[in-house]
C-alpha cells in the first residue's frame, strides 16, 4: 500500500524557513521522481520542484519554479524513504498547502509535466508576520 506522510509544515515569519518531509512507505523511492507541488488558498496547484529518480542518465536532477528558484532546495534520502524540501527567505506568497506527488516515471519533465499517480495530504506552511 503507497502512503505519503509529508511534515515540517508551520508558522514562519517572513524570511525564516521550513524544512519539509515527504516519508514514503509501499514502493521503492529510488527508482521514482518526487515532484513537491503547493496550492494557496483560493488559487491553483502549482508545482514548486521536481527531482528525478537516483538511477538511470538523469539521477537526482532537480527543476524548480521560477518562484523558489535560489530560495527552496529539494533533496532525497532514499534509506530514510524521505524526500525533504528546504524552504528559505520565506515570504507572504510562499504561504500554502504543500504536498508531495510520485510521478509514473523516473524522470522529471521539467518542474511539474508528466503524469503523477499518488499524492499525499499536505503539510501547512503559514507565513506571517
Known amino acids: 500500500q503507497v502512503q505519503f506522510v509529508e511534515s515540517g509544515g508551520g508558522l514562519v515569519q517572513p524570511g525564516g524557513s521550513l524544512r519539509l518531509s515527504c516519508t514514503v512507505s509501499?514502493?521503492?523511492?529510488?527508482?521514482?521522481?518526487i515532484t513537491w507541488f503547493r496550492q494557496a488558498p483560493g488559487k491553483g496547484r502549482e508545482g514548486v520542484s521536481c527531482?528525478?529518480?537516483?538511477?538511470?542518465?538523469?539521477?537526482?536532477?532537480?527543476y524548480y519554479a521560477d518562484s523558489v528558484e535560489g530560495r527552496f532546495t529539494v533533496s532525497r534520502d532514499n534509506a530514510k524513504n524521505t524526500v525533504y524540501l528546504q524552504t528559505n527567505s520565506l515570504q507572504s506568497e510562499d504561504e500554502a498547502d504543500y504536498y508531495c506527488?510520485?510521478?509514473?516515471?523516473?524522470?522529471?519533465?521539467?518542474?511539474?509535466?508528466?503524469?503523477?499517480?499518488?499524492w499525499g495530504e499536505g503539510t501547512l506552511d503559514n507565513v506571517s508576520s
Open positions: 509501499g514502493f521503492t523511492l529510488d527508482y521514482y521522481a
Open positions: 506527488a510520485r510521478h509514473t516515471l523516473g524522470y522529471c519533465r521539467g518542474v511539474d509535466g508528466g503524469t503523477m499517480d499518488f
Open positions: 527531482i528525478s529518480s537516483s538511477v538511470g542518465s538523469s539521477a537526482a536532477n532537480t
